[in-house]
């Protein structure tokens, strides 16, 4: 079943957040951090596979901060599985300009 965001935040699985330019900052040098530490020699598959889950995680906790929600509650995970289809262009843009 296709969920909206509304109907997450009518469920509690979101409510509404107000980002900034700095909490955007530090999820992008989590993502970058991440991305690096899943290629490190040595590192198991598991948890090269756990890193790199956690990069797409921030980054769709991104996406959800520019659309003015953050998880929240069990299953906070799963309310990041929204489809990429529901983010308006017009946030995307927001974040384009914030020079993040």
């Known amino acids: 079943m296709k969920m909206s965001l509304k109907q997450l935040l009518s469920q509690g699985r979101l409510k509404p957040h107000r980002t900034s330019k700095e909490e955007i900052r530090n999820l992008l040098k989590i ?3 991440d991305i690096k530490d899943s290629n490190l ?4 598959p598991d948890r090269k596979f756990a890193t790199a889950y956690n ?31 529901q983010w308006r262009s017009r946030k995307i843009a927001w974040f384009n300009k914030t020079n993040v």
Do not use: D
Not at 41 to 44: D, E, F, I, P, R
Not at 57 to 82: D, F, M, N, V
């Open 31 to 33: 993502i970058k951090r």
């Open 41 to 44: 020699k040595g590192l198991s």
């Open 55 to 85: 990069a797409v995680l921030q980054t769709a906790t991104i996406l959800l901060y520019c659309e003015g929600y953050k998880p929240h509650g069990i299953g906070h995970h799963l309310s990041r599985k929204i489809p990429l289809t």
